[in-house]
């Protein structure tokens, strides 16, 4: 979102639509700074969004523009849009945010029997009642395993990528995702759901007013389901909040596993893939009830004090079209053709070091998986770059192995070696 030099921003485009709209004067045109350009909301790089509010001064009527909205989304290309435009400061009014996070359910079935995930569960829990997902798979010997060729694996790979595709979210599954979430709500310390925060920082506070998860949707033939929060403010990588709750739920971790994470010690949460993330958008509560109070004393709309409400609602009806057309589809398709999300459950499943031992049928923090102040961990988890990308356009299709991690395969190709050796 934030403009920087010599990357492509959003805030650049827009800065350059007003400028090419004759919204920005001449004198102003080679510095945003000059405008006093400002946001309501940034973004990660690659997170969507569908609403936003940038505040700068424009001049609002330029001679020769007779609808400014329409000159400025003419100058801007069309997965960037202007809803409206507005003639006084509204960026430090900002209450809330709303987030939604747009994931395919498959990533709830069980880990894969054999896999890194699947013993830690075992050897914490017992052996673990067989899922009817996994009854398709014979379990390779280890010679059969070790000497598989790419091709072999590739086969293997997509036949449980299309079940996958195929399995549908049932009601259990459904209410503990809507049980866990409800732990996020409230204020909470989340130190463990951000980057490089100690517990005692303050800066770690958020207030989650609500989450919301919405009745799953099938595209294509994949089923999906949207995750809706909203927070007065979310921290970096907040992506983590999603995925403790996929992974205590497809685990059978209580979701008291996400209150003991509010605690002093720290552990390591992987982060959710950036693919599906969407800033809906900025909130302004208690801007728009002094607006509101001061229109009503006002009484005539068309006196030049009476304001207009901050609300993305009005726009609803766009908005959910511009949604569909660049946002959702674009995920839908970068998951159809990519198997982004299969590669992120991959190296979940395929870890296995202490690092997620947390996941647990008691849904407690075991001394071995709490981080250390200045302690070298051996074998840590370690997220991949890859997943904190949505630009997937020059990536590979499936048919490159694109969730066949030449590392993620090499660990757990060892671990298996040595979990037969033991089992033996």
């Known amino acids: 979102m934030q403009i920087q030099p010599n990357v492509r921003t959003i805030e650049g485009a827009l800065f350059e639509a007003f400028v090419k709209s004759g919204a920005v004067s001449k004198d102003n045109a080679d510095d945003p700074v000059k405008v006093s350009l400002a946001r309501a ?54 209450d809330s945010r709303k987030y939604t996070y747009f994931f395919p359910t498959y990533l709830l079935i069980p880990p894969r029997p054999g896999s890194g995930l699947f013993y830690s569960l075992r050897r914490q ?26 091709q072999v694996k590739l ?3 997509l036949k449980e990528l299309q079940r996958k595709r195929a399995w549908r979210i049932g009601v259990v599954e459904l209410d503990a995702l809507r049980a866990a979430v409800k732990r996020f709500e409230g204020t909470h310390n989340f130190h463990n759901f951000t980057v490089d925060k100690d517990f005692r920082d303050r800066s770690n506070q958020r207030h989650m007013k609500s989450i919301q998860v919405a009745d799953p949707v099938v595209h294509g033939e994949t089923e999906w389901v949207s995750v809706l929060l909203h927070g007065q403010s979310f921290m970096l990588h907040q992506r983590k909040m999603m995925a403790i709750l996929i992974l205590s739920v497809r685990t059978g971790t209580p979701p008291n596993v996400i209150d003991e994470m509010y605690g ?40 030049p004090e009476h304001r207009q409400l ?35 459950i991959h190296t ?28 070298r961990r051996a074998n840590r988890f370690k997220d991949r770059k890859q997943f904190n990308s949505t630009d997937y356009t020059n ?3 499936l048919s490159s192995l694109p969730f066949l991690d030449a590392d993620c395969e090499e660990e757990e190709e060892k671990f298996y070696e040595k979990q037969t050796e033991t089992e033996d």
């Open 155 to 157: 086969a293997a790979r």
């Open 310 to 344: 901050i609300d993305f609602e009005v726009h609803r009806e766009i908005i959910e079209k511009f949604k569909n057309e660049y946002i959702y589809s674009r995920m839908r398709a970068i998951e159809d053709n990519q198997a982004i999300f299969d590669a992120w």
């Open 395 to 397: 990536g590979t299709q």
């Open 348 to 375: 979940i499943d395929a870890y296995t070091g202490q690092d997620l031992l947390y996941l647990n049928h008691e849904g407690n923090i075991p001394p071995e998986s709490v981080i250390k102040k200045g302690e």
């Open 41 to 94: 909301a940034r973004t990660d790089a690659g997170v969507h969004a569908a609403g936003n509010v940038v505040n700068m001064k424009l001049i609002t009527s330029p001679p020769g523009v007779d609808d400014l909205v329409a000159s400025v989304n003419n100058n801007l290309p069309p997965e960037i849009r202007v809803w409206d435009i507005m003639t006084y400061d509204t960026h430090r009014s900002c």
């Open 264 to 303: 002093p010690r720290g552990v390591t949460v992987p982060k959710m893939p950036a693919l599906g993330l969407l800033l809906e958008y900025p909130v302004f509560e208690a801007y728009n009830g002094k607006i509101m109070a001061a229109n009503e004393r006002i009484h005539d709309p068309n006196d």
């Open 125 to 150: 829990n017992g052996d673990p009642p067989a899922h009817q997902f996994w009854d398709f798979i014979d379990q390779p010997s280890e010679e059969a395993h070790s000497e598989a060729s790419d």
